[in-house]
Nanobody, 128 residues
Framework: QVQLVESGGGSVQAGGSLRLSCAASDYTYSAARMAWFRQAPGKQREGVSTVSANGHTRYAESVKGRFTISKDNAKNTLYLQMDSLKPEDTAMYYC??????????????????????WGQGTQVTVSS
């Protein structure tokens, strides 16, 4: 069964930290790519960070040096450690996965259009 369940969102002040978790079923955790996206009200969903099956990571410029994506294979869980949070990080954060491989999907790994499986999202609110 395909399942992605996010947790760890909440409200913090600017400069604070949160760690998001995404628990995945065996089928989705064995995906070619997993990723975190976010969507603020009135804005398009944007890629935050991705990790490939072989551990290659990618980050949006806006979060580089502040966010860290990681996986715990023993727990089938994807994480996003978010430090030095800013008010502009406020959004609904989504976990995503896809099993398709190849150059096209690798090149477009930060696009939501190449992901098949999605969680329900967890809200992150950062106050100034």
């Amino acid at each position: 069964q395909v399942q992605l369940v996010e947790s760890g969102g909440g409200s913090v002040q600017a400069g604070g930290s949160l760690r998001l978790s995404c628990a995945a079923s065996d089928y989705t955790y064995s995906a070619a790519r997993m990723a975190w996206f976010r969507q603020a009200p009135g804005k398009q969903r944007e890629g935050v960070s991705t990790v490939s099956a072989n551990g290659h990571t990618r980050y949006a410029e806006s979060v580089k040096g502040r966010f860290t994506i990681s996986k715990d294979n023993a727990k089938n869980t994807l994480y996003l450690q978010m430090d030095s949070l800013k008010p502009e990080d406020t959004a609904m954060y989504y976990c995503a996965a896809d099993r398709r491989g190849g150059d096209y999907y690798t090149r477009n790994a930060m696009s939501p259009y190449v992901y098949t499986y999605w969680g329900q999202g967890t809200q992150v609110t950062v106050s100034s």
